[in-house]
């Protein structure tokens, strides 16, 4: 065995899955002949894992409504929470990249990690089963899933989507009320969410705090920030205008 198939207690048959699985599609531009890249693992992976995610927390938490176990699952398999697994295995020293991309950071690049994470069950699926990518995924997520068990609280969408983004910028989001509808006692506020000049998420709700609350909860779902902000060029930016 490698060290990752150590490290993941799974030893492939076919090693060419595994290559496959960790080769980011940048090589291609380097390397015209390559025979393949993750893209397709990936897309494989996130199904497979979407699968055994949802019926774990099914059995789980036998009380919770569709939408709130909708709500744990996005958190679980969020592109925070799948690098950090990816991050555990170091997943990124075994990747196969273009010289570029390596040296703009791409080991250590939440989508390239949580990407290589969802190949990697694909990976795993097509050369051991169903059975053997549930054993893989539920063991990585077990004390995820742990926490849930033990702490099966609502979702806070604010606080979680402060804490997603100020790992990559110091600066907060912050919401807007964009519209207001409806006599006094039904009245309606949409708001959105903007982050680094982004609209992340725009939301519903009957107070001001709840339209705060599901403008949050919609950028969550959506996912459409940066991975990183080039403060450097945002500075110069800002020079240049002054």
């Not at 925070?80 to 690049?109: D, F, N, W």
């Not at 795993?124 to 899933?145: H, N, Q, W």
């Not at 604010?158 to 807007?176: D, M, R, V």
């Not at 207001?180 to 609209?199: A, K, M, N, T, Y």
Request: aromatic share 8%.
């Amino acid at each position: 065995m490698n060290p990752l198939e150590e490290r993941i207690g799974y030893k492939f048959r076919n090693s060419l899955l595994l290559a496959e699985a960790l080769t980011h599609p940048s090589i291609s531009l380097e390397r015209k002949d390559y025979p393949f890249d993750n893209q397709r693992l990936e897309f494989l992976g996130d199904a497979v894992l979407q699968l055994i995610v949802t019926a774990e927390l099914y059995k789980v938490f036998p009380e919770f409504e569709e939408g709130r176990l909708t709500k744990l699952r996005s958190r679980l398999v969020s592109r925070t929470g799948l690098k950090s697994h990816a991050v555990r295995l170091g997943i990124g020293q075994y990747m196969m990249m273009g010289r570029g991309e390596e040296a703009c950071g791409g080991r250590t690049r939440a989508s390239t990690l949580a990407d290589a994470f969802e190949a990697l069950v694909g990976a795993i699926f097509l050369d051991g089963g169903v059975e053997r990518a549930k054993a893989f995924v539920l063991l990585e997520m077990s004390d995820d899933i742990a926490q849930l068990a033990r702490e099966p609280v609502d979702i806070n969408p604010k606080g979680e989507l402060q804490e997603i983004l100020q790992a990559i910028s110091p600066n907060a989001p912050h919401y807007e009320i964009i519209s207001q509808s409806g006599p006094d006692h039904l009245r309606q506020f949409e708001c959105r969410v903007i982050w680094e000049c982004i609209e992340l998420g725009v939301g519903n709700g009957r107070s001001k705090k709840l339209a705060e609350v599901a403008a949050a909860g919609n950028a969550l779902e959506r996912r459409e920030w940066p991975d990183s902000i080039d403060f450097q060029e945002e500075s110069v930016s800002e020079q240049q205008t002054a």
